[in-house]
């Protein structure tokens, strides 16, 4: 029988890769989708044949606790999460619920269906779960580069949020014996990434200024530094790190650090464009609190996981901005099919 997998926020940027990964291993994979409709199930449309989906969200114990019982799945990976991180500030509470309390609805949901009402129960049911952390927990980082040992100082609710989902797996993992880990994932981009996220941004951007359709770019902070990666490679560490004889929680990332300048230049650079020309520097979009430094030591992950990055960050931004040109070229010849169809 082939291994089953759930996967929250299926129809997101991480989603999306981790299921087309799985379903290359032969894996049984199931998604968790809201009811509503979604406006990014595009991402996983080409996938919809050979995925199954259920029903749920992260903000309602019983569904979840029904969907775990179900799909009665090998591993689940809880990807569903409100990721933008400037959005935290002006709705700190539904992130909190969402990014926070919805990691332990999914592990008490586990631990129900797996039948653990005990301290150091044995393996929760046989279900292997994977929580996604993420780097923003460091925050003011007390060091650089960041590893699975540094202090957490979080800049923002969304950090707030995320240090409790990582803290209620660890807990997890150590009250019920539970297979619990965190994946403490660095930025990681792609053509798949929101318009709202500044390196989606600037390549969209940069594609509408080298196609006519846009004159300007606003952005916040140029000299914002982060550890950018390819979301593509940063979804196989994820299964690595379930397939461990013992769980625990693993820092991911490329450990090349590169500001948001650098990502314009090379993005506009790509076009055979001049990024002064037409960048903005707005005060407005700078963060109430900036996180300025974050980079990952990702040591203890090569040498366990045998995971190391393959995608450079060049390579990305080009391949970002290579993507949003072919889509602006099928909304041309799109507008163009249209008159000639027309009664």
Known sequence: MPRRALITGITGQDGSYLAEYLLSLGYDVWGLVRGQSNPRQSRISRLAADLSFEYGDLLDQATLVSVVDRVQPDEVYNL?????????????ELVTE??????????????????????RG?????????QASSSEMFGKAAETPQSESTVFHPRSPYGVAKVYGHCITRN????FGMYAVSGMLFNHESPRRGTEFVTRKISLATARIASGRQEKLHLGNLDAVRDWGFAGDYVQAMHAMLQQDEPGDWVIGTGVMHSVRDAVRIA????????????????????????????????????ALGWTP???????????VDSD???????????????????
Do not use: K
Not at 122 to 130: A, E, H, K, L, N
């Open 310 to 320: 393959v995608t450079s960050f060049p390579e990305l931004m080009r391949m970002m």
């Open 98 to 119: 969402v990014n926070g309390m919805g990691v332990l609805r999914m592990l008490e949901a586990i631990r129900m269906v797996g039948g653990l009402s005990g301290s």
């Open 325 to 343: 040109l072919a889509q602006l070229r099928r909304e041309d010849s799109y507008g163009d099919l249209v008159p000639a169809m027309s009664w």
């Open 172 to 175: 997890y993992r150590e009250s």
């Open 80 to 92: 569903g999460a409100i990721s933008f991180v400037p959005m935290s500030w002006q709705q700190a």
């Open 268 to 303: 506009f650079e790509h076009v055979g464009l001049d990024w002064r020309d037409h960048v903005v520097v707005d005060p407005a979009l700078v963060r109430p609190a900036e996180v300025e430094v974050l980079c990952a030591d990702t040591t203890r992950a090569t040498a």
């Open 122 to 130: 044995s393996d929760g049911g046989g279900i292997r779960f994977y």
